[in-house]
C-alpha cells in the first residue's frame, strides 16, 4: 500500500480508500450477510488500506464497527457523515451533535478522524456555515472529530457549484470530491482551493457506470456531443475511449479510470466500494499501478477540458 498525507490534517492515509457507501454499501444492497461485509473491511484493512468512510445514511456504521473491533484505533481513520437536512427540514446544531455521538456509538469509537456533512445541496450553504460548522468545531474541541469534513452531491451538481459556496469560509480541513476521466472541473475550480488552503482530498465517483459498460459510455460521449462540450473529431463512438487501451498497460477502462485518478495532484485518497472480496483485490491493484503513459492522460486531459455535465454514472 502507499500512503500520503491528509492535506493540513497531518494523518498519514492510504492513498486508497475503502468507501462503504455507494449502490453496493458493502454488498448490503444485494444481499451480502452481515458476515460477509465485514469481511470485505477487514481484507482492505489487511490490503493496507487504513482509511474507511462510511455514513449515517449508508446504514454501514455497525459493520464497519464490529468490523475495526479489536484492530488498534491509532491504525485506522474513520471518517463518516450526517446530512444537514432531513427531508425540507434543516438539522440543528443539537441534532448534528447527537448524530455524531450515535455514529461513535455504531462504531465503537470514542472519536472519528474525519466528519463530514454529507452531501449539501444548493440554498443549504448558509445554514450549513452559520449552525453546523460551530457545532462541528465544538465536537472538534471535544475531542470526538479530528477533521471537519464536507462532500458534495456530484450526481447533481457537476459543477462543484454548492462545494465553493462552502469554501466561502476556510472551515474545511477535508473535501469529498466528485472527479474522473468525463468530469474534470474540480482541477480548474477546486483543487486550486484546496491546495493553496491544505485541504484534504478524497475522490468519489472516480469510476462509475459509464467505465464499465460500453453501451453507457456510448451514450453519456453522444450527450457530451450534443452539448458541444467534447468534439466529434476527438471521440470515436464505435470504439469508445479505445485508444486508452490501445495505447497503455491497462487490462480494461475501469483500471485505467483508477489509475487516472490516483495519479491527480489534487487528489490525496481515492475512494472505492464492493461488495466483493475479488473486486476489492482487483480495484486495489489498479490503484496502485503506475500512472497512465503521459501522452494517454494529455490527450484524456484535452478531450474532456470542457465537459462539465457529465458524472460517470
Not at 477487514?42 to 474507511?52: H, K, P, Q, S, T
Not at 456510448?218 to 471521440?235: F, Y
Request: include cysteine.
Amino acid at each position: 500500500m502507499e500512503f500520503t498525507t491528509l492535506g493540513r490534517t497531518g494523518v498519514r492515509v492510504s492513498v486508497v480508500g475503502m468507501g462503504c457507501g455507494g449502490a453496493s454499501r458493502l454488498g448490503q444492497s444485494y444481499g451480502n450477510s452481515e458476515e460477509q461485509s465485514i469481511a470485505i473491511v477487514r481484507r482492505a484493512m489487511e490490503l493496507g488500506i487504513n482509511y474507511i468512510d462510511t455514513a449515517e445514511a449508508y446504514r454501514t456504521e455497525e459493520i464497519v464497527g464490529k468490523a475495526i473491533a479489536g484492530v488498534p484505533r491509532d491504525r485506522i481513520v474513520l471518517s463518516t457523515k450526517k446530512s444537514p437536512y432531513k427531508g425540507d427540514s434543516p438539522v440543528s446544531a443539537a441534532e448534528l451533535i447527537a448524530g455524531c455521538e450515535a455514529s461513535l456509538r455504531r462504531l465503537g469509537t470514542d472519536y472519528v478522524d474525519v466528519y463530514h456533512i454529507h452531501g449539501p445541496h444548493a440554498g443549504q450553504t448558509r445554514h450549513v456555515l452559520d449552525e453546523l460548522v460551530p457545532a462541528l468545531q465544538a465536537l472538534k474541541e471535544q475531542g470526538k472529530i479530528r477533521a471537519t469534513a464536507i462532500s458534495e452531491h456530484f450526481s447533481t451538481d457537476t459543477e462543484h457549484a454548492v462545494l465553493l459556496e462552502h469554501f466561502q469560509e476556510d472551515v474545511w480541513d477535508v473535501a469529498m470530491i466528485g472527479y474522473n476521466i468525463l468530469n474534470q472541473t474540480a482541477n480548474r475550480t477546486v483543487f486550486p482551493i484546496t491546495q493553496a488552503r491544505g485541504i484534504g482530498t478524497e475522490c468519489m465517483f472516480a469510476v462509475r457506470k459509464a467505465f464499465s459498460r460500453p453501451d453507457h459510455l456510448r451514450a453519456v460521449l453522444a450527450d457530451l456531443l450534443e452539448k458541444g462540450e467534447v468534439h466529434a473529431e476527438e471521440i470515436d463512438l464505435d470504439d469508445p475511449l479505445g485508444f486508452v487501451l490501445a495505447e497503455s498497460d491497462a487490462a480494461n477502462l475501469t483500471e485505467a479510470a483508477y489509475r487516472f485518478c490516483r495519479h491527480e495532484p489534487g487528489l490525496d485518497i481515492i475512494l472505492m466500494g464492493t461488495g466483493n472480496i475479488h473486486h476489492l483485490e482487483t480495484n486495489v491493484r489498479s490503484l496502485l499501478c503506475p500512472p497512465l503513459p503521459a501522452p494517454v492522460t494529455e490527450r484524456l486531459q484535452r478531450i474532456f477540458a470542457h465537459a462539465i455535465s457529465a458524472s460517470g454514472s
